[in-house]
């Protein structure tokens, strides 16, 4: 069955520290991924996504991911983070009925 | 505005007792899921409709649980004798297909067992 694993359940940064996030998935076959993040109160939202292509992959705000097939990693990444991405962030693994599976979650918190 | 829509946002009743709760997806989404989300875990995958037809069901979702989506817009889900572990955010999400679409979240119904 597939999986997702994100490595940090909480990271701590100040205003302008540079951020990248682990998740490596189990999947070995051809594979969807996301990252989603929800802000404090509210719902999941689309940060970005992979299909094919490129594996570097710009999403909103200012976040991209890379995906590393050989690592079967998909690590989320900001040059420089504000006070508004604190947020919790969920790495995703599209499933075969097209649902998502999702890792447990990182939290980050930045520091003004 | 997420444009998915879920009532109520929170809901406590005593154990034992039968809960329901309503998604109003996207409406030209023909893809509707629900998912289950506790205490420190990402959400988990219960069951989704292709339009009102309910392809697929995970094994958390017991027998107690019940989804409908009668008319291939919005969709219930119901659980019979509520139990302590019961207790979750409880999402839905739609999409207008699967693989290489975005699925868009509502905000979630909180459910508390006391």
């Known amino acids: 069955a597939q999986s997702v694993s994100q490595h940090n359940h909480h990271v701590i940064l100040s205003e302008a520290a540079s951020l990248e996030l682990g998740c490596n998935y189990s999947?070995?076959?051809?594979?969807?991924l996301f990252w989603y993040v929800q802000y404090p109160g509210q719902h999941l939202q689309l940060l970005l996504k992979y299909f094919s292509g490129d594996p570097l992959v710009k999403g909103i705000k200012g976040f991209e991911a890379e995906f590393i097939k050989s690592k079967f990693s998909f690590n989320l990444r900001k040059p420089s983070v504000q006070w508004s991405d604190t947020a919790e962030y969920f790495c995703a693994v599209g499933g075969s009925q097209g649902n998502l599976i999702f890792g447990k979650g990182t939290k980050l918190s930045v520091k003004p | 505005d997420t444009g998915v829509s879920q009532n109520p946002r929170h809901k406590i009743t005593k154990r034992g007792q039968n809960v329901t709760f309503r998604c109003d997806p996207i409406s030209e989404h023909n893809r509707l899921y629900w998912y289950r989300q506790t205490l420190g875990q990402g959400p988990e995958f219960l069951t989704y409709?292709?339009?009102?037809?309910?392809?697929?069901k995970s094994r958390l979702l017991s027998d107690r649980f019940s989804a409908e989506r009668p008319k291939g817009s919005f969709s219930t889900l119901e659980i019979q004798r509520t139990e302590q572990g019961d207790s979750a955010m409880y999402l839905c999400?739609?999409?207008?297909?699967?693989?290489?679409?975005?699925?868009?979240f509502g905000q979630g119904t909180r459910l508390t067992v006391v």
């Open positions: 999400a739609s999409s207008l297909g699967q693989g290489r679409t975005e699925a868009f």
């Open positions: 999947y070995g076959g051809t594979v969807n």
């Open positions: 409709f292709q339009n009102e037809a309910q392809l697929e």
